[in-house]
C-alpha cells in the first residue's frame, strides 16, 4: 500500500497544507484509491523553508499546492489516470 503524509505542523499548514490535504482525499476518492493509498498527517519535519510539505512513500515533496498535488502524486506512484 503507498502512503501519502501531509505534514500539518503550523509552518506547513499555515502555507496552505490543510487544503492540499483535502486535494489529496479527494484525488483518492475521485481515482477509486481508497484501498491502495493511506493517508496521514505528520508533525513538522523540519524543513518548513522549503514547504509546504508531504512524504510519498516517504519521499519529501516540497512546495506542494492544492493544484499540483494530483498530478505530483499520479507521477511519484506511476498512476495512468
Ligand atoms: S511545518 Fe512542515 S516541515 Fe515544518
Known amino acids: 500500500m503507498d502512503k501519502i503524509t501531509v505534514c500539518m505542523g ?5 502555507k496552505g497544507n ?9 484525488f483518492i476518492q475521485e481515482h477509486k484509491l481508497e ?5 496521514s ?9 522549503s ?16 493544484q499540483s498535488i494530483g498530478a505530483v502524486i499520479a507521477q511519484e506512484l506511476g498512476l495512468e489516470l
Open 51 to 66: 514547504g509546504p510539505n508531504i512524504l510519498i512513500n516517504d519521499k519529501l515533496i516540497s512546495d506542494v499546492s492544492q
Open 10 to 14: 503550523s509552518s506547513c499548514f499555515g
Open 35 to 39: 484501498d491502495e493509498i493511506e493517508v
Open 18 to 26: 490543510q487544503a492540499t490535504a483535502e486535494a489529496v482525499m479527494q
Open 41 to 49: 498527517g505528520c508533525l513538522c519535519s523540519g524543513h518548513c523553508a
